[in-house]
């Protein structure tokens, strides 16, 4: 057990086939493996973390998620170097998935914070931080 380390996240989805097919590909590169599955979910699974993709539950699915609502703004992963958060942003273009804060991309997070934030299928944001430079 590491101590203070996050167990799990559980995230309820508006359409699971549409997040897990995402999610899959993005948790996959960064070392996840599929955990679970079973017929309203599926997780992946890297060291003693794992995430979990559950599909909301009908008399729920009206509520729509937005990041400025009280509660979760995003997910941030480690990248492994920046040239990993410039392949990864190049994949995420291909697929069409749009890139945020262009403008600024990728110090969006200021000074030396070399990063790439996009988001899922329901628009929760997500960010993959390379490691800071030496100084």
């Known amino acids: 057990m590491s101590k203070g380390f996050l167990h799990h996240i559980e995230l309820y989805v508006s359409d699971l086939k549409k997040s897990t097919d995402f999610w899959g590909r993005f ?24 995430i979990v993709f559950a599909q909301v539950q009908e008399p729920f699915s009206d509520n729509s998620y937005h990041r400025k609502n009280v509660g979760l703004n995003h997910l941030a992963f480690h990248a492994s170097s920046r040239q990993h958060v410039d392949d990864m942003t190049q994949k995420l273009t291909n697929k069409g998935i749009p890139i945020l804060y262009t403008k600024h991309h990728p110090f969006s997070g200021g000074g030396n914070h070399y990063a790439v934030y996009f988001e899922d299928p329901d628009r929760i944001k997500v960010e993959l931080v390379a490691p800071e430079l030496s100084k």
Do not use: A, I, R, V
């Not at 948790?27 to 890297?46: A, V």
């Open 27 to 50: 948790l996959e590169d960064l070392g996840y493996h599929s955990f679970q599955k079973w017929e309203n979910g599926q997780s992946w699974k890297l060291e003693e973390t794992y």
